[in-house]
C-alpha cells in the first residue's frame, strides 16, 4: 500500500513542489495550509510521514509537532526556513525525527523521506497510542486541540494544569510519585516543592471532578502518590 | 510603640514610597519628620565607585542656613570622617551658645555612612545651626532617615539599571526581528529556486511539457520577486538611515499621478482608473520619489483588488493637496490595518500574492520626507483607500 504523506506548509509553492516530487516517488499526498488544519487533516486520515514547515498562522509547526506527540508516534520531519541551531533543536526536542533547512533540493528532500520512512517503527496500538482522543468515564480530551471536557461542559485548563493532567493521561493505573510529578512537569529544581503540587492537584480536581473531595480521575494513594485509575470495562 | 505614632509612621512611609523620583522621595522624608527632628541643612554624598572620588548629589538648605549660601557649613569633613570610620559621627560644640553671633559658625553636625546594596557607598550628614544639642531621639530619627534615604537610593540604581537593561534588551529584540525576517524573506524566493530547479534536475524522473514550463515560470518570478526585494531593501535601508537623497522642485501631482496612470496602463491592459479631480496648487516635492509612491499604490492595488476599478480624487486645502486613492477590492480586516505601514509587514493570509512587505513602508517614508501624512482606511467587501495630505509650502 503506498504510503500516505502530509505536508504542512503555508506558501502554495511549497506545497506544489512537494506533492509534485513526491508523487513521481509513488507516495499519496495531503495538504494542510496551517497548522489547525493539519491536526484535522492527521485525526482524519491515515498519515505514514508529516513534512512540516514552523512558520505559519494559527499554530506553528513547532506547535503542531508538540501536540502530535502527545498521542501520535508518526515520523515527524520539520522543513524550517531558518537555519539557526536553536530552532533545529527545539524541533527536535519536541519529538521531530529529522529537519530539512530551506532551501533544499528536491533530492535530497526525497532522500530524507526514504531515510525516515526506514527508520518508522510500526504504529503502536496502545491505551493512547495513536488516539486523538481520551476518554475517562466523564472525562474527555481532545489532545491535537488541548481541549478537555467533563461531560458536555469544555474545561479551561492553565498551562501547568494541561500538562500535569497528560502526566496522568499518559499513564493510567501508574502511581506517580510527587517527585516524578513536579520533575516532569515543573523541572527539576521544583522536585521538593510538594505544597506546589497538592494546590495544583486541587486546583485540578475542582474542575475536572464531579465532588472534588471523593475524586474519580486523580486518585491520592497516601504515602505513594497519585495515580488516575483504568476505567473498567 | 502606641497607636498614634505607628500610624504616624505609616502614613509618612506611605508618602514618601509613592513618590517616583528619588529626590522627591528624599524631601518628602525630610519634611515629614521635620516636627519632630529639626535641622537646617542636609547633605548626601556619594563615592563614584570607578575613581573614589565623593560628590554631593542631594542638599536642602531648610532652615538658617536658607540664605547662608555656599559659606554655610555642609558638613564635608564629617560625611569624610563617617566614611572612614564606617559608624555614625556626632560633632558639636562642648561650650554653650551664645544666641547672638555667629550662628553659622557653631554648627552641629551629625553623619552617617549610607550602604547601598552591601557597599558602603556615601554618607549622610544633618546640619543644625547654633544648636540646641542633638538628643538620642533626634540622634535614633536621623539614624531612621539615613537608613532610608540609603533605601530610596538602592531603589533608584535599580530603576536605572533596570531602564538600561530594557532598552539595550529592546535594540536587540529589534535586530533580532530585522535579521530574522530579512533572511526569511530572502530564503523564501531561494527556496523556490532551489527547489524547483533542482526538481527539473532530477534524473530519475521525467517531467511533462506543461510541468515543465510550470515550474521553470515559477523559477523565473522568484528571481524577479528576489531582484525586487534586494533592490527594495536598499531603498528602505537608504530611508532608514536618511542617506537618500530627495531632489525637491515645484511639481505638480495631480499631473504627475496621470503620468504614473498612463505608464501603468500601458503595462495592464484591464487597469480601468476613474479621475476625479480638483486643480491642486504646486508643490515642493521629489517627481521621482513621489511617482515611486504613486506606482506603490498602483501595484498594490492590481495585487490585492485585481478587475475592481480604482478611484482617485484630488483636492486642495488652504495649505494642503490631499489625493484619495481606492480601489473596489476585498479590503483589509481592520485588526491589520494599524501595522500596514511597518517595513516588512504584510497582511496574513495575502501568500498568494508576492510581495516584499516594503513597498507601502517605502510610501510613507517618502511621504514624510515631504512633511506629508498617508493613511488608510478600509472595509471588509467594500474596498481599500489610500489618502495622502501633502502640505503646500508658501515659498516654492
Known amino acids: 500500500m503506498p504510503k500516505r504523506i502530509l505536508i504542512v506548509d503555508d506558501e502554495p509553492r511549497y506545497l506544489r513542489l512537494l506533492e509534485a516530487n513526491l508523487r513521481t516517488e509513488g507516495y499519496e499526498v495531503s495538504t494542510a495550509q496551517d497548522g489547525m488544519q493539519a491536526l484535522d487533516v492527521f ?66 528532500l526525497l532522500a530524507r523521506v526514504r531515510a525516515v520512512l526506514r527508520r518508522a517503527r510500526p504504529p503502536v496500538e496502545t491505551a493512547t497510542g495513536q488516539a486523538r482522543f481520551f476518554i475517562h468515564g466523564d472525562l474527555k480530551i481532545d ?19 494541561y500538562r500535569l493532567l497528560l502526566q496522568f493521561t499518559h499513564h493510567v493505573g501508574k502511581i506517580l510519585t510527587s517527585e516524578d510529578l513536579l520533575g516532569s512537569v515543573w523541572g527539576a529544581e521544583y522536585k521538593n516543592d510538594k ?39 | 510603640m502606641d497607636l498614634h505614632t505607628l500610624s504616624t509612621l505609616h502614613s509618612i512611609f506611605r508618602e514618601v514610597q509613592q513618590k517616583q523620583d528619588w529626590k522627591v522621595a528624599l524631601d518628602t522624608l525630610f519634611v515629614s519628620l521635620r516636627d519632630t527632628f529639626v535641622f537646617d541643612n542636609v547633605a548626601v554624598f556619594l563615592e563614584n565607585p570607578k575613581d573614589k572620588s565623593r560628590e554631593v548629589v542631594y542638599a536642602r538648605a531648610v532652615g538658617r542656613g536658607k540664605t547662608a549660601e555656599a559659606d554655610a557649613v555642609w558638613g564635608d569633613s564629617v560625611a569624610s570622617e563617617a566614611i572612614a570610620r564606617d559608624t555614625m559621627v556626632l560633632s558639636q560644640p562642648a561650650q554653650p ?26 554618607a549622610l550628614v544633618f546640619v543644625r545651626f547654633g544648636g540646641p544639642q542633638y538628643t538620642p531621639l533626634h540622634i535614633e530619627l536621623a539614624s531612621l532617615q539615613a537608613f532610608w534615604a540609603a533605601a530610596l537610593i538602592e531603589r533608584r540604581d535599580l530603576q536605572q539599571a533596570r531602564a538600561e537593561l530594557d532598552s539595550v534588551q529592546r535594540q536587540m529584540r529589534l535586530q533580532d526581528d530585522f535579521v530574522s525576517t530579512i533572511s526569511h524573506e530572502l530564503r523564501t ?106 506606482e506603490n499604490l498602483f501595484n498594490n492595488a492590481l ?23 481606492a480601489d473596489g477590492g476585498e479590503g483589509i480586516s481592520a485588526e491589520y490595518l494599524p501595522f500596514i505601514f511597518e517595513r516588512f509587514y504584510r497582511v496574513p493570509g495575502e501568500r498568494t500574492v508576492t510581495g516584499t512587505g516594503l513597498g507601502l513602508y517605502i510610501c510613507k517614508q517618502i511621504v514624510m520626507a515631504h512633511h506629508g501624512n498617508i493613511w488608510v482606511e478600509s472595509v471588509l467587501g467594500e474596498g481599500t483607500t489610500f489618502v495622502i495630505e501633502l502640505p503646500v509650502s508658501s515659498t516654492l
Open chain 2, 303 to 325: 495585487k490585492y483588488a485585481p478587475n475592481s476599478e480604482i478611484r482617485i480624487v484630488t483636492e486642495a486645502t488652504d495649505d494642503k493637496v490631499r489625493i484619495v486613492f
Open chain 2, 189 to 294: 524566493p531561494l527556496g523556490f529556486i532551489k527547489g524547483y530547479s533542482t526538481s527539473l534536475l532530477r534524473e530519475d524522473t521525467t517531467w511533462d511539457e506543461a510541468t515543465r514550463r510550470e515550474f521553470l515560470n515559477i523559477i523565473d518570478e522568484e528571481a524577479d520577486r528576489l531582484t525586487r526585494l534586494i533592490e527594495d531593501m536598499l531603498e528602505s535601508a537608504r530611508l532608514q538611515s536618511k542617506t537618500l537623497q530627495f531632489k525637491f522642485s515645484p511639481i505638480r501631482v495631480d499631473a504627475l499621478m496621470r503620468d504614473v496612470a498612463t505608464r501603468i496602463g500601458a503595462r495592464h491592459a484591464g487597469l480601468k482608473v476613474n479621475f476625479d479631480f480638483q486643480p491642486l496648487p504646486p508643490i515642493r516635492g521629489d517627481g521621482t520619489r513621489m511617482a515611486q509612491v504613486f
Open chain 2, 97 to 122: 551658645l551664645k544666641k547672638t553671633t555667629g550662628r553659622l559658625n557653631l554648627a552641629c553636625l551629625l553623619g552617617f555612612p549610607l550602604h547601598i546594596g552591601a557597599k558602603l557607598s556615601g
Open chain 1, 43 to 108: 485525526s482524519t486520515q491515515p498519515i505514514d510521514l508529516v513534512l512540516l514547515d514552523v512558520m505559519m498562522p494559527r499554530l506553528d509547526g513547532f506547535g503542531v509537532c508538540q501536540r502530535l506527540r502527545e498521542f501520535s508516534t508518526v515520523p515527524i520531519v520539520i522543513l524550517t526556513a531558518r537555519g539557526e541551531e536553536q530552532d533545529r533543536v527545539r524541533g527536535l526536542d519536541l519529538g521531530a525525527d529529522d529537519y530539512l533547512v530551506k532551501p533544499f533540493s528536491a533530492t535530497e
Open chain 1, 143 to 161: 489532545f491535537a486541540r488541548a481541549e478537555v471536557w467533563r461531560g458536555e461542559d469544555p474545561v479551561s485548563l492553565s498551562a501547568t494544569e
Open chain 1, 195 to 233: 505544597e506546589i503540587l497538592w494546590v495544583s492537584i486541587a486546583r485540578l480536581r475542582q474542575k475536572l471532578e464531579n465532588d472534588p473531595h471523593a475524586p474519580s480521575h486523580i486518585v491520592t494513594r497516601s504515602g505513594l502518590g497519585y495515580l488516575m485509575p483504568p476505567i473498567e470495562e
